[in-house]
């Protein structure tokens, strides 16, 4: 069973900054593209960034210069670093990641369970 489980969302003021933490854990071989995509209330999810396991990035316009993601393969790991947030950013952040099983070499997406971020004053 693979399992993904985020941490570090919150109420953060506009102008802030938060950033997110999702560890992957279970039986893999791999772990191949990592992402975060966000909802907010009434609104379909949408991508926010990705990262190949060979750390190439890929943003959402509405983040490029705020959102920094990464990741570290040795702790199954990515990171959203967030800054200058706005209100506009305010929706249940979910990870996800591309994983390919072990020992049957399925390749499989999974989601975490979301966390919430609100930016408000």
């Known amino acids: 069973q693979v399992q993904l489980v985020e941490s570090g969302g919150g109420l953060v003021q506009p102008g802030g900054s938060l950033r997110l933490s999702c560890a992957a854990s279970?039986?893999?071989?791999?772990?191949?593209?990592m992402g975060w995509y966000r909802q907010a209330p009434g609104t379909q999810r949408d991508l926010v960034a990705t990262i190949t396991s060979g750390g190439s990035t890929n943003y959402a316009d509405s983040v490029k210069g705020r959102f920094t993601i990464s990741r570290d393969n040795a702790k199954n790991t990515v990171y959203l670093q967030m800054k200058s947030l706005k209100p506009e950013d305010t929706a249940v952040y979910y990870c996800n990641a591309e994983i390919t099983r072990w020992p049957s070499f399925a390749l499989n997406d999974y989601w975490g369970q979301g966390t919430q971020v609100s930016v408000s004053s």
């Open positions: 279970g039986s893999f071989f791999s772990i191949n593209r």
